[in-house]
T-cell receptor
Framework: SQTIHQWPATLVQPVGSPLSLECTVE??????LYWYRQAAGRGLQLLFY??????ISSEVPQNLSASRPQDRQFILSSKKLLLSDSGFYLC?????????FGSGTRLTVV | GDSVTQMEGPVTLSEEAFLTINCTYT??????LFWYVQYPGEGLQLLLK?????DKGSNKGFEATYRKETTSFHLEKGSVQVSDSAVYFC???????????FGAGTRLAVHP
């Protein structure tokens, strides 16, 4: 079956600590993958997208980076978290009829 | 650039009331249009879509019609239920790589 997995579900990290969020897709090959962030009470902001291994496009300058080490794996990282990095992070898989979203990671930076 | 504008929430309705959530867009070319729903603590789910002018997307009693002349894609439901309480996002897909551009979201609260 075709599914998308995202973890962890929740994360509380101190300012200045590193971050790694992982997203994997099953049941397909060469998917288009996306990272979005939803700040509290706000809409979704596209952070990164990838159309293949090692191919990353950044939509906004920020404290985050993304990598795609394998065809069905998409990772969101930071070397040093800021308070402003708090939010709900969503991974998405672009399919012909629309996106399929992961269940999200709620990140709180304290 | 391309953008989506939604009516601000929250929208508060009684059960069985009629729902309209307005959505307008700005885009070059001919985008596909979507409505997504986000239930509390969850990711987003595709509710409905339309890919060309005058198309009507529908699902679970919700409908939206792609109006090119007014650049709109308003979401409607004839009789809402408490279980419809969620945040609704309008979105468009245009250009390469299927990038979706979202509106700010509209929170709907339905009371018994």
């Amino acid at each position: 079956s075709q599914t998308i997995h995202q973890w962890p579900a929740t994360l509380v990290q101190p300012v200045g600590s590193p971050l790694s969020l992982e997203c994997t897709v099953e049941g397909t090959s060469n998917p288009n993958l996306y990272w979005y962030r939803q700040a509290a009470g706000r809409g979704l902001q596209l952070l990164f997208y990838s159309v293949g291994i090692g191919q990353i496009s950044s939509e906004v300058p920020q404290n985050l980076s993304a990598s795609r080490p394998q065809d069905r794996q998409f990772i969101l990282s930071s070397k040093k978290l800021l308070l402003s990095d708090s939010g709900f992070y969503l991974c998405a898989w672009g399919r012909p009829y629309g996106y399929t979203f992961g269940s999200g990671t709620r990140l709180t930076v304290v | 650039g391309d953008s989506v504008t939604q009516m601000e929430g929250p929208v508060t309705l009684s059960e069985e009331a009629f729902l309209t959530i307005n959505c307008t867009y700005t885009a070059t070319g001919y985008p596909s249009l979507f409505w997504y729903v986000q239930y509390p603590g969850e990711g987003l789910q595709l509710l409905l879509k339309a890919t060309k002018a005058d198309d009507k997307g529908s699902n679970k009693g919700f409908e939206a019609t792609y109006r090119k002349e007014t650049t709109s894609f308003h979401l409607e439901k004839g009789s809402v239920q408490v279980s419809d309480s969620a945040v609704y996002f309008c979105a468009l897909s245009a250009g390469g790589y299927n990038k979706l551009i979202f509106g700010a979201g509209t929170r709907l609260a339905v009371h018994p």
